[in-house]
């Protein structure tokens, strides 16, 4: 079981960026996605959730309406689009899979490494 986050970088205050998670070694539709994010000395802070067929999404007040994610289970691919992007969301990204819902929870079965996105002022 494999995730790999990519399409972290750099950007300024209120630019956008997309955030690919890629499957490998099991069925992703069979999976719910979570995105998570870890800033620098602070507790991992979950961001948004979906369920194993994309019809149900959820997401963390701090990015509701500048974050959408979204799932091409074909591509074995979950996406974060980011847009608006504030310095407060500078952190390293990770998606997770766990079981078929959407689960706004801290803990998720399958971790992939992150991407660093950092948001400049």
């Known amino acids: 079981v494999q995730l790999q986050a990519s399409g972290g970088g750099l950007v300024q205050t209120g630019g956008s960026l997309r955030l690919s998670c890629v499957a490998s070694g099991f069925t992703l539709e069979h999976y719910g996605l979570g995105w998570f994010r870890q800033a620098p000395g602070k507790e991992r802070e979950w961001v948004s959730c979906?369920?194993?067929?994309?019809?149900?999404?959820l997401y963390a007040d701090s990015v509701k309406g500048r974050f959408t994610i979204s799932r091409d289970n074909a591509k074995s691919t979950v996406y974060l689009q980011m847009i608006r992007l504030k310095p407060e969301d500078t952190a390293v990204y990770h998606c997770a899979a766990q079981g078929y819902g959407c689960y706004a929870i801290p803990s998720y079965d399958f971790w992939g490494q992150g991407t660093q996105v950092t948001v400049s002022s």
């Open positions: 979906t369920d194993s067929n994309g019809g149900n999404t």
